[in-house]
Structures are given as structure tokens and as C-alpha cells.
């Protein structure tokens, strides 16, 4: 796995999966791209294609529906289609590593048979219920509850920011609750709530800055009823368990970010080639080549932390201080691009119709989910002893 990290170059069965996606981002995802953008509108006819291609299903076994492929795999998916469309890459990221993956790594047979042939084939939807009014960064901070009653969770309280929670296609939540307390501190568990059970809301969709076709609601539970079986691994295991899912997942976004960044190079090159000023292309300006090379230096640079970070990973080694690393580097790298590319294009730059204005506004919330710039640097500080 780790080769290719000196040689550059992909594996065949990687090479093809991405030049694969390639086609599709520019074929199917890039002509309704802006119109979804514009209209705010959730792109069903793309996630079908995806789900036809088996993107869901990427990372996991064949036995639950899955492709049999690995995290590394859906990275390179999520690079190409992050090239194009932000939103369309964080639907697929967040519908595997938020929705599908907690229950394959924690969940019981049971659950695995019910839940996740529906979700690798992408046909239906899954979000993971973490975030809420007071507990972001601080996820420690978690106040909604979970009580037994009888043999069923009782559900109460409320969640925000969480993707893919309120399509059409939206089956469940996993949803973090205070079920007790152990050793003074507040007992987290992890619990599946089926989207069709009493008392479970999805309020209204977000009017967001960017990632404008993604499915992002506020949650609230009033009164949910789900039986005891719905518990997601061990019970007061759930904080430890989703550090350990957002850990992979910043290797997903990482991901996404570089696919951002390299979009927005790309783009510029073709602009640069294309546009002209006082009497010759714009890229023959030492300007615009220094602008787009030193664009070029960081999508590469953060390419290859992303990279590293999943070749520990799936080699069963220490990942998360690389996570954090990748994570850091990728989602400034978009920013910065997208940036620099905005002003590239000049005027041009801040018209909506443009990926590159997209990109603008797309992108600073890859400095902020899946934890913030500021949370990668704490445990980047942490994992060297400070």
C-alpha cells in the first residue's frame, strides 16, 4: 500500500477506479452542478449514478452489499468528485464514513443485515445525530438523553448541522445520547433511530453559504421511542467510538479537500490559457504562473498527506495524528486555492455560474467540520506530548 506513496504512481485497480469517477464528475456531476447549487436542491439523479457505480459501497465488504474495495478507494472517489462539486462529494463522504460505517465497525450481526445492505448500495441514506446546539468541538458537551423504559430508549433532545438527514431517501440516525453516568462523567452511547419513528423530526433545511445541494438539517427528539437492540456497540462506548470514526473521516475530507484545491488549479490553468489581457494569454504573466504554481505545490502537498495518512490506516497502524495533519493541510489548501483562483478569474471569479466561485464558498467548511482547524492542531499538539 505504501509504494506508491515514493513512486507516484497508482496501483492499476486504484488508477482505473479514479479515472473512472473522473469521467462521471465531469460527465454527469459538473452539467447540474450549478443549477443544484442555485436552486438549493438535493441532486437524486446523482446519487443514483453513484449508487449504480457501487460508490457506497466502496469500503466494504461483498457480503453486505459492498464492493469489497477500501477506505483508500472511496479517498480517491471522493478526490475526483471534489473536484467538481463539493456537495456531491461530502453526500457520498458522509453517507459512508457518518452513516454506513459506524455500523460496520460496531454494530451486531443483526444490524449489519438490516441496515447496511440498504445503505452500501446507496439507495438509501444514513446521518450520524453528533453535533448539537451546545456540544460541537465539545462533544463532551452532549445533552440529549437516552432513558430506558421497559426494553425501549426514550429519546429527548435535539441535533444540528447534520448531514444527510432529511432526504427522501434518509432511513436513520445514529444518534450520540447521555445514557447514564460512570465515574462522575456523563455515559455516551450510540443508538440507531429509524427516521419513520414517532417524536423524530428533521426541522427545516439549513440556508447555508456554501454546499448548497447537500442535505443538512437540525434533528429533534421528543419522546422517541426505539427498542433496546438499537443500541450501537457497547453501552457508554459511543464517544469513544465516533473519535474513532471521525479520525477515519478526516482522511475522507482530507480527501475531499484536495480534490477542491485541485479543481480550482485546474481551473485556472484553463482560464489562464484561455483569457487575454494587453495582447497575450494572462498565464504569460509571472503573476498568474507564480499564483498558479504555488496553488499547484499545496493541492500536491496535501495530496500526499492524505495519502500517508491512509496508508497507516489501512495497514492497522497509528493513523491520527496524521489524520489531523492531512485533515489540516488539505482544508487550507482549498481555501487558499479556491482564493487565489477566485482572483485569477477576476470579475469572473465572483459570478456564481463559475466552479470557481463555488469553490470560494464551498470550501471554508472544510476548516471547520469534522473537526475544526483549530481541533486538528490539539491533537496534532497532543499525539508529540504537549
Known amino acids: 500500500m505504501t509504494d506508491f506513496l515514493s513512486t507516484g504512481t497508482l496501483p492499476d485497480e486504484y488508477r482505473d477506479l479514479a479515472l473512472t469517477v473522473r469521467e462521471f464528475a465531469r460527465q454527469v456531476v459538473a452539467p447540474v452542478a450549478a443549477k443544484h447549487d442555485a436552486e438549493h436542491s438535493f441532486p437524486y439523479e446523482v446519487v443514483s449514478g453513484m449508487a449504480d457505480m457501487g460508490l457506497f459501497g466502496l469500503p466494504f465488504p461483498e457480503e453486505y452489499g459492498g464492493m469489497g474495495g477500501d477506505y483508500f478507494a472511496l479517498c480517491l472517489a471522493l478526490?475526483?468528485?471534489?473536484?467538481?462539486?463539493?456537495?456531491?462529494?461530502?453526500?457520498?463522504?458522509?453517507?459512508?464514513?457518518?452513516?454506513?460505517?459506524?455500523?460496520?465497525?460496531?454494530?451486531?450481526?443483526?444490524?449489519?443485515?438490516e441496515w447496511l445492505p440498504q445503505l452500501t448500495s446507496g439507495r438509501a441514506l444514513a446521518g450520524f445525530g453528533l453535533t448539537?446546539?451546545?456540544?460541537?468541538?465539545?462533544?463532551?458537551?452532549?445533552?440529549?438523553?437516552?432513558?430506558?423504559?421497559?426494553?425501549?430508549?426514550?429519546?429527548?433532545?435535539?441535533?444540528?448541522?447534520?448531514?444527510n438527514s432529511g432526504t427522501d431517501i434518509t432511513r436513520l440516525v445514529t444518534v450520540t445520547a447521555v445514557t447514564g453516568e460512570a465515574g462522575g462523567k456523563k455515559e455516551i452511547s450510540t443508538i440507531l433511530?429509524?427516521?419513520?419513528?414517532?417524536?423524530?423530526?428533521?426541522?427545516?433545511?439549513?440556508?447555508?453559504?456554501?454546499?448548497?445541494?447537500?442535505?443538512t438539517h437540525p434533528l429533534s427528539f421528543t419522546d422517541v421511542r426505539v427498542p433496546q437492540e438499537n443500541l450501537l456497540g457497547e453501552r457508554g462506548r459511543g464517544y469513544a467510538n465516533f473519535l474513532r470514526i471521525l479520525d477515519e473521516g478526516r482522511i475522507a475530507i482530507a480527501a475531499l479537500a484536495v480534490g477542491a484545491a485541485q479543481g480550482c488549479v485546474d481551473e485556472s490553468v484553463r482560464y489562464a490559457h484561455?483569457?487575454?489581457?494587453?495582447?497575450?494569454?494572462?498565464?504569460?504573466?509571472?503573476?498568474?504562473?507564480?499564483?498558479?504554481?504555488?496553488?499547484?505545490?499545496?493541492?500536491h502537498a496535501a495530496r500526499t498527506a492524505y495519502y500517508d495518512a491512509a496508508a497507516l490506516m489501512l495497514a492497522g497502524k497509528p493513523f491520527k495524528k496524521q489524520a489531523a495533519i492531512a485533515k489540516l493541510v488539505a482544508s487550507e489548501a482549498a481555501m487558499?486555492?479556491?482564493?487565489?483562483?477566485?482572483?485569477?478569474?477576476?470579475?469572473?471569479?465572483?459570478m456564481n455560474e463559475y466552479a470557481v466561485a463555488r469553490h470560494y464558498r464551498d470550501s471554508k467548511i472544510l476548516e471547520i467540520g469534522e473537526g475544526t482547524t483549530e481541533v486538528q492542531l490539539m491533537l496534532i499538539g497532543r499525539e508529540l506530548g504537549l
Open 79 to 113: 478526490e475526483e468528485l471534489g473536484k467538481v462539486d463539493q456537495s456531491v462529494a461530502i453526500t457520498l463522504e458522509a453517507g459512508v464514513s457518518l452513516g454506513a460505517m459506524p455500523i460496520y465497525r460496531f454494530g451486531d450481526d443483526k444490524q449489519k443485515q
Open 132 to 163: 448539537e446546539p451546545g456540544a460541537g468541538s465539545d462533544a463532551g458537551g452532549t445533552r440529549t438523553t437516552a432513558v430506558l423504559d421497559g426494553d425501549d430508549w426514550i429519546i429527548n433532545g435535539s441535533k444540528q448541522f447534520i448531514t
Open 193 to 215: 433511530v429509524p427516521t419513520d419513528t414517532p417524536g423524530f423530526v428533521a426541522e427545516p433545511a439549513y440556508n447555508k453559504v456554501g454546499w448548497n445541494a447537500s442535505d
Open 274 to 299: 484561455e483569457r487575454e489581457a494587453f495582447g497575450q494569454a494572462i498565464g504569460r504573466n509571472q503573476a498568474i504562473a507564480f499564483k498558479i504554481g504555488r496553488m499547484e505545490a499545496r493541492a
Open 336 to 350: 487558499d486555492n479556491a482564493r487565489d483562483a477566485t482572483q485569477v478569474f477576476g470579475g469572473y471569479g465572483f
